[in-house]
């Protein structure tokens, strides 16, 4: 069954480190997203993406942010200089022209410190 | 003002038994789509079932099933047959529009199930 990957599980960061999350959403899916969970919260979403371009953001993602999808395939979050309240869980999600499921990866821990 | 609200922070069931999650949503958009996803303690997000605004009959999948009663904007979760398995935190979530729309979901802050045995 296809599914979203990300990489890494797990990182561990130094304040003002620039940190890049890794995604590779299921192949035939167009609609890309970033949703990140503060440990103990709710997910909030951060991002979309669709047609190489954004197609959506949330006032969180301000211009530490970014986001590309570089070969067809990949597509990663970018934040420039990481903050103690970047610590989170970040989700890469996809979606299919059906519209009627999003499906997650597994996340990566973001750890600032 | 929340757009989805889960007031049940937590609650308990026992094995086999049937429990129902509560959601309410608010849009004025006619086209939306509630979505329920369950997150285990290992963190990650499964993807449990879809209700869309114009669908006529409430969602079904295996033993979850959604309570979709568009008038009263409540979309709640019913797991039959409770087992250990179950027992995780489970997110109410709503996407608004349709087309060349952005597709984000906004979440509710979630309900913790507990499945004794």
């Known amino acids: 069954e296809p599914e979203v990957t990300q990489t890494p599980s797990h990182q561990v960061t130094q304040m003002g480190q620039e940190v890049i999350l890794r995604c590779v959403p299921i192949?035939?899916?167009?609609?890309f997203y970033w949703y990140r969970q503060i440990l103990g919260q709710k997910v909030e979403f951060l991002v979309s993406?669709?047609?190489?371009?954004?197609?959506?953001k949330s006032e969180i993602f301000d211009d530490q942010f970014s986001v590309e999808r570089p070969d067809g395939s990949n597509f990663t979050l970018k934040i420039r200089s990481t903050k103690l309240e970047d610590s989170a869980m970040y989700f890469c999600?996809?979606?299919?022209?059906?519209?009627?499921?999003?499906?997650f990866g597994p996340g990566t821990r973001l750890t600032v410190l | 003002a929340q757009k989805i609200t889960q007031t049940q922070p937590g609650m308990f069931v026992q094995e086999k038994e049937a429990v129902t999650l509560d959601c309410t949503y608010d849009?004025?958009?006619?086209?939306?789509?509630l979505f329920w996803y369950k997150q285990p303690s290992s963190g990650e997000m499964i993807f449990l079932i879809y209700?869309?605004?114009?669908?006529?009959q409430n969602a079904t999948e295996g033993r979850y099933s959604l309570n979709f009663q568009k008038a009263r904007k409540s979309a709640n979760l019913v797991i039959s047959a409770s087992q250990l398995g179950d027992s995780a935190m489970y997110f109410c979530?709503?996407?608004?529009?349709?087309?060349?729309?952005?597709?984000?979901?906004?979440f509710g802050q979630g309900t913790e199930l507990s499945v004794k045995p």
């Open positions: 999600a996809s979606m299919g022209q059906g519209w009627n499921e999003q499906f």
């Open positions: 849009t004025s958009d006619p086209s939306y789509g």
């Open positions: 979530a709503m996407r608004e529009g349709r087309g060349n729309q952005g597709g984000k979901l906004i």
């Open positions: 993406f669709y047609n190489n371009e954004i197609s959506e």
């Open positions: 192949s035939n899916h167009l609609y």
């Open positions: 209700q869309g605004s114009y669908d006529q």
